[in-house]
Structure formats: structure tokens, C-alpha cells
């Protein structure tokens, strides 16, 4: 099908060839038609479907057949959207498939004055683009109204719920007049959002849904920092204290020890968080995971194993903190964050040593993680000088050589084995006092160790097969 052959008016059509549009995207094709004959749509959709124009074409059509105009301080068509870069965004399209045309178009939100805001609505819109609290904001002060809307759209229901804004939207709601014509447009259908639609369409509407969900790892949004293992925990500590909008943290660590670590720096920094690994009680794990789930924690850090009972859909941000040695972990890790169709952001450090493990997940991805804004480092306290303590400390599974690839992963690779990364302890002595494992007979590191992981039954040797299992 081409553009050409729906029925919409010339001035739409040169619009539709101006901004080089050819064939309508399938949700163009399913959904234009029916609204032309003033049905209600429920669309199931994302963003890069070409949802707006399948919603603002028909709408422009129908504003262009109705003969009516628009009067003072008030709006033809309201497209009500959660953010402002959103509602900038679809109101651009507007104009843009308006331009041969006299309907008229506007854009309100908040964090913003609202004077000029106001003074666009005086003369009354044809479309009116708005985010919930800045419209009911301006109908409270009489700037504009909606008693002669004739469409309604809400774009992004589900991120309005997540938004927290569904009183926002039922006072809107209880604003429209009964007559209208309703679109509603979501990229997923949970109860709440499938309960919301059936508040706001006529029966049976029109149900148009497009494009599968792309996989989660193209949904995600990932960034890198190559950093010191030293100064990861400051690097950590830094991003969260910056970004405010990191609200749901889940930070990978690849030992226990090094989740104990993460969560006695954040715990210094006031950021609250909690461990789950296999050295944690069940009741605090779930303890763990429950305040998270309830937000009461803002980070959990967890190791691969204790993460595997993690079923939380709204995760923002996924940290890794040590990159897992196994790449399908790595995807099985960020896939915790973009659930539900929502969007994620993953954030991976690399130390120097972690190089070989960054291009094994970037040649499983096929995506080059880009990396993320450097202007961060100049926040961190330098890095400290390495003590034999300390490099122990932060050496690669603590003393242990590398784990070796789990053998259901052993296919033949094409990369060499990797030799043990971590140096062997010198002989220097601490000149602290040592802390009480240092006082072992034993040496840190010594084959003893080796000999010890790999003794039939041990307990490394059960961690070490336990881990190699990619978790669901
Ligand atoms: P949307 O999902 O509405 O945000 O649209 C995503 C992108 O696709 C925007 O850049 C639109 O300009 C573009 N687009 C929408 N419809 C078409 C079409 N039929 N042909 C080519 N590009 C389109």
C-alpha cells in the first residue's frame, strides 16, 4: 500500500511527501483507515513504529472534514504524553504533517513558565500536545478548557502508569465531554493499563498491535567505563550520587566478598542498599530483595548465583561491576533491566584485566559498548597505592587463579586460555598488623588453595560448578 491511496487530503499528502514518506508502517496501514471512519483505537506500539503518524494523520483529516473552528482557550484534540521531550517530540510531528495547512498546534508542560504557554491557548488550538500536570494546572487557571475536544489521545499509557500519573490522567478524564473520539496507545498490556483503556474507550474499539518487542539487548542502553579495579567502588559510589534517576540498582559483584565490599561503600555514602549471595541467610535475601522490590533500597548487589531468584520487572539501571567471565552471563545480567517493554540502562566497568572478558560479550552481543562520559574520573579520589594487602584483596576471586570456562561452555574457542590474570603474592610481608587470616600458617594464594578448590566435593569446587550454570 502506499500513502497515495489513503483518502486524506492534498495538503496531508504533500506533507506526507515532504517530510519523504512513502508506504504507511504497518500500524499506519491497520490503524489510519479505521479512524477514518471515527472508530476508537487501542494500540499496542512503541515508539519507532510510526505510531504518531498513524495517530496524528487520520486526526489532522478528521479536523480538516469537521468544518468546525476552534474557539478561545480551548483544544480540538488532545494528545496527552508523560514527558516533555515526548510531548516536544509528537508535537513536531504535528506541525510538520500540518504545514500545508491552517490547523494550528501547541505544546504545554511542566518545569517550564507557563506564560507563553498560556498566551498560545488564548486564540484556542486546533491540537494541544500536553504532559497531565501542566494541562490540569492551566485548566485550574482557566487558560484553557476542554469542554469542545472532539479527540483524545493517550500516548504511552504505560509509561504514564510507571510515572506515576494515572490520578493526573483520571482527572483529565473526568474533564473530556462524553462525545469524542478516543485513541490509546501503550507498548505493553498489564492489568492496570488494560483496566485504564476500558476507562476511556467506547466498546469495542479497534485493536492494532504492531512489532513484537525487540529483544531486551537491543532495548538497552549501555555505557562503559574502563576503570582501575581500585576505584570502582568510588566510580560507583560517584554515578549513583549523581544520577538521581538510577533509581532501581541492581550492581553485579563476581565474589561474595566483593558484594560485602560494594555495600559497605555505598552504606558510607548514605546510598541504601543491601547483599544477597550465598553467605546471606534465606530470610535476608528475601528481606533484601523485598525492600528492593518495595523501593526501600535503592541498590541490591547480588552475585550471579543469588541473583538467579530475582524476578523484578522494573529494574533502571543494571551495574557490572566485574565483568563475568562467562559472555552469556553478561546478557543474562543486563536482560534484568528493560523488562516488561520498558527501557534499561546498563553500565559495565572493565579494568584492565577484564579486557579479554569485555571482547568475548562484545563478540556475543555484536554490539560495541560505547563508553560513557569520562568528565566522571575527575570526581574520584586517586587512585591509592597498591599494599600486597590490598592487592590481594582485589585480586580476581581472592587469591584463586581464574575460574575456568563452565564445560557446558566448552566449545573450542578461538581465543588462547587465559593465563591466571592476578600476580602471585610476593613474598613481601605486610608490615600492619595482620589481620587474622594472615595470621594462618598457611601461605595467601599457595597451591594449597589450588590443590584445595579442586579436591572432589569441596566447596569450591561446588561453588565453581554451581556458578558455571548460566541462570535462567
Ligand atoms: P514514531 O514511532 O512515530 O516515533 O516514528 C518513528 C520514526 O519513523 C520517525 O522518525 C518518523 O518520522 C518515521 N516514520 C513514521 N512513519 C514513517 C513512514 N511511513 N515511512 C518512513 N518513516 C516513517
Not at 509528537?90 to 511542566?110: H, L, N, R
Not at 488550538?125 to 494546572?137: E, H, K
Not at 587470616?437 to 597451591?447: G, L, V
Amino acid at each position: 500500500m502506499l500513502f497515495s491511496e489513503l483518502p486524506l487530503a492534498n495538503p496531508l499528502q504533500r506533507a506526507i511527501r515532504a517530510v519523504g514518506y512513502e508506504t504507511p508502517t504497518p500500524i499506519q496501514e491497520q490503524s489510519i483507515p479505521s479512524l477514518l471512519e471515527g472508530k476508537d483505537l487501542l494500540g499496542i506500539a512503541q515508539t519507532g513504529t510510526g505510531k504518531t503518524a498513524a495517530f496524528a494523520l487520520p486526526i489532522l483529516q478528521l479536523l480538516l472534514d469537521s468544518g468546525k473552528f476552534r474557539a478561545p482557550k480551548t483544544c480540538r484534540a488532545l494528545i496527552l504524553l508523560p514527558t516533555r521531550e515526548l510531548a516536544i517530540q509528537v508535537e513536531e510531528c504535528f506541525k510538520q504533517y500540518a504545514q500545508f495547512t491552517a490547523i494550528s498546534s501547541t505544546c504545554i508542560f511542566g518545569g517550564v513558565g507557563d506564560a507563553s504557554q498560556k498566551n498560545c491557548l488564548v486564540r484556542g488550538v486546533d491540537v494541544l500536545v500536553a504532559t497531565p500536570g501542566r494541562l490540569l494546572d492551566l485548566i485550574g487557571q482557566k487558560a484553557v478548557s476542554l469542554k469542545a475536544l472532539e479527540f483524545f489521545v493517550l500516548d504511552e499509557a504505560d509509561r504514564m502508569l510507571d510515572m506515576g500519573f494515572i490520578h493526573d490522567i483520571r482527572k483529565v478524564v473526568a474533564l473530556l465531554p462524553q462525545k469524542r473520539q478516543n485513541l490509546f496507545f501503550s507498548a505493553t498490556m498489564p492489568d492496570d493499563i488494560t483496566k485504564l483503556a476500558a476507562t476511556i474507550l467506547r466498546p469495542n474499539p479497534v485493536r492494532v498491535e504492531v512489532a513484537p518487542q525487540s529483544t531486551p539487548i537491543e532495548r538497552i542502553r549501555q555505557e562503559l567505563y574502563r576503570i582501575d579495579k581500585r576505584r570502582k567502588g568510588a566510580l560507583l559510589k560517584e554515578l549513583l550520587l549523581e544520577h538521581t534517576e538510577m533509581k532501581k540498582v541492581l550492581v553485579f559483584s563476581r565474589t561474595k566478598h566483593g558484594a560485602d565490599k560494594i555495600t559497605r561503600v555505598l552504606e558510607k555514602a548514605g546510598v541504601k542498599c543491601a547483599a544477597i549471595h550465598g553467605n546471606k541467610s534465606q530470610t535476608r535475601r528475601q528481606e533484601a530483595l523485598k525492600n528492593f522490590k518495595d523501593e526501600k533500597i535503592r541498590v541490591l548487589v547480588a552475585t550471579d548465583i543469588a541473583a538467579r531468584g530475582i524476578d523484578v520487572d522494573d529494574v533502571s539501571h543494571v551495574f557490572n561491576y566485574d565483568l563475568p567471565d562467562v559472555p552469556e552471563t553478561f546478557v543474562h545480567r543486563i536482560g534484568r533491566t528493560a523488562r516488561a517493554g520498558k527501557d534499561g540502562i546498563a553500565i559495565s566497568f572493565c579494568a584492565p584485566d577484564e579486557e579479554q572478558d569485555l571482547r568475548a560479550i562484545e563478540k556475543l552481543t555484536k554490539i560495541k559498548i560505547p563508553e560513557g562520559d569520562k568528565a566522571i574520573f575527575e570526581k574520584l579520589p586517586p587512585p591509592q597505592k597498591e599494599t600486597p594487602e590490598s592487592e590481594m584483596r582485589n585480586a580476581r576471586g581472592r587469591g584463586f587463579p581464574r575460574r575456568e570456562k563452565p564445560a557446558q561452555n566448552s566449545k573450542p574457542t578461538q581465543t588462547p586460555p587465559k593465563a591466571p590474570k592476578q600476580q602471585p603474592l610476593k613474598t613481601t610481608q605486610p608490615v600492619q598488623q595482620p589481620k587474622p587470616e594472615q595470621n594462618s600458617q598457611r601461605p595467601q594464594n599457595s597451591d594449597h588453595h589450588k590443590r584445595r578448590r579442586n579436591r572432589p566435593g569441596s566447596k569450591a569446587r561446588r561453588r565453581m560448578r554451581e556458578s558455571s550454570n548460566i541462570p535462567n
